[in-house]
């Protein structure tokens, strides 16, 4: 039979079912929310995908290449906060930081006035000793090539704040410009006891695995790193890193697969659309070449694509079009020079083939002066043989190549360093040398890889007879 609970209870009892009833229904609505929000509860949501903004801002901040359109993101909305907020220290830090990264990924150097005012406004501002804005300073004098001011600031990065790892690889740069090895192990060793695994600290180990010497070693972190990387930019990257490397081994079609692989994960890879330039060109895809280096510095116009595309011009007979793309060379650091940054190294070099060795000669010995590095030393060892004062070119060249004191294991290096012992009549080390530099890559230059093989053609092979060279 039906009934009601109303027309059998009693009317005390009947209220205090009711209050046991509403109070269960209250419990299930707060336990259903609980559940809700308990990670791995039925009807649980995952967190929002962090914005562009926020992407840019972990990867500047972590030390990870950033997508241009997430930085772009980024420095608007720092931008937007601090015309409401200009005493936010750490929000001019954080633009500082992206007008670096977005400088780097651009080749536009318009952007280091503006890092550089940001960085110090969040010293003025905010913490005068931030180890944020401390560690971009360093990294904006990396991109400027003035690696003494790079040392003294990412050392007092360091000194605020030592389990930052990224201040130790910033590091690594200021020591590799200034030629100071024994600082450059020891800030790698800092930077992976910190973060092992990391695959930005395995693309950066790379580079002094590289320059050491250790191409295998240099690869397996390269490859490490691109597997792992989390962002696209970030993968593209180690992918362009990767190319990079394979080139200089001379293996032209694992570098032109890892850096198409890197314009497919990140079109905005400029960088690797110049590598696909040299490499088609090694594959003597000369027209493919051409429009690559075109596209490359459409985006990215940066100095040493310029000379690059030039020298590839000169190689094919077409002067007038190589002529063209070294006064854009000229214009273009002009522009970066006025805006702080030191283009002696690469003016060093375009004016030791192609203009006035002389006035080569005396930028790089000023850089020299400013900061010995192995690169410097190859340029200036090179354009003192080109003005003839071939015995002070040797001593250079063999600071740049003599890897058990840092040098590195380059094929230009070692060409440089055979041309100028040919000069001297030193046939012996001339050959060994020569022959090195096309063992390691026989493409490394569409001018100065045919010019090593001519010079080998005519030093012929040693004498039987005659004492050991």
């Known amino acids: 039979m039906d009934f009601h609970t109303s027309s059998v209870l009693p009317g005390p009892r009947k209220r205090r079912v009711r209050r046991v009833l509403i109070a269960s229904a209250a419990g299930c609505v707060v336990l259903g929310g609980v559940l809700v929000l308990l990670p791995g509860g039925r009807g649980s949501a995952p967190p929002p995908a962090p914005g562009p903004a926020a992407l840019a801002r972990g990867a500047v901040t972590g030390g990870a290449p950033a997508a241009l359109a997430d930085l772009a993101a980024l420095i608007g909305d720092r931008e937007n ?48 000793n931030d180890p944020q804005a401390l560690e971009s300073l360093a ?72 320059d050491r010497g250790w ?32 080139f200089e081994r001379g ?97 060093g070099r375009f004016e030791a083939d192609h203009g006035d060795a002389a006035a080569a000669v005396e930028r790089l010995e000023a850089e020299w002066a400013r900061q010995p590095g192995i690169a410097v030393a190859d340029a200036l060892g090179w354009a003192l043989y080109r003005t003839g004062d071939h015995e002070e070119a040797l001593r250079f060249a063999a600071i740049a190549t003599d890897v058990e004191h840092g040098g590195v294991r380059s094929a230009p290096h070692l060409f440089h360093r055979g ?26 230059s569409p001018l100065g890889a045919p010019e090593a093989r001519r010079a080998l053609a005519e030093l012929g092979e040693p004498s039987v007879e005659g004492p050991p060279d």
């Open 81 to 128: 906060r601090l015309r409401a907020h200009p005493l936010d220290g750490p929000s001019w830090a954080v633009l500082g930081a992206a007008y670096v990264e977005q400088g780097r990924r651009t080749a536009d150097a318009a952007n280091w006035p503006k890092a550089e005012k940001a960085l110090r406004t969040s010293l003025k501002v905010g913490a005068r």
């Open 139 to 210: 990294a904006l004098a990396v991109e400027r090539r003035d690696f003494t001011a790079a040392r003294k600031w990412g050392e007092s990065a360091v000194k605020q704040a030592p389990k930052r790892w990224t201040a130790h690889a910033v590091l690594i740069d200021a020591y590799t410009g200034l030629g100071d090895h024994e600082a450059v192990g020891r800030a790698l060793d800092r930077m992976r006891k910190l973060r092992p695994g990391l695959p930005a600290v395995r693309a950066r180990a790379a580079t002094v695995y590289r």
């Open 215 to 246: 191409g295998e070693d240099a690869a397996a972190q390269l490859s490490d790193a691109a597997a792992a990387a989390g962002a696209p930019a970030e993968r593209a990257a180690y992918l362009e890193q990767a190319g990079r490397l394979a």
């Open 251 to 347: 293996d032209r079609e694992a570098a032109l697969r890892y850096f198409r692989e890197a314009l497919r994960t990140d079109p905005d890879e400029r960088a690797a659309q110049a590598g696909e330039g040299a490499a088609l060109a090694a594959l003597g895809r000369t027209t493919e070449a051409l429009n690559a280096y075109r596209a490359a510095l459409a985006k990215r116009p940066c100095p040493r694509y310029a000379l690059e595309l030039g020298e590839l011009y000169e190689s094919l007979g077409l002067g007038q079009a190589a002529r063209v793309e070294y006064d854009l060379l000229r214009e273009r650091v002009r522009g970066a020079e006025e805006a702080g940054a030191d283009e002696d190294l690469v003016m």
């Open 419 to 444: 041309m100028i012992e040919r000069a001297l009549e030193r046939h012996g080390p001339a050959r060994r040398h020569l022959r090195e530099a096309l063992m390691i890559n026989p493409y490394f």
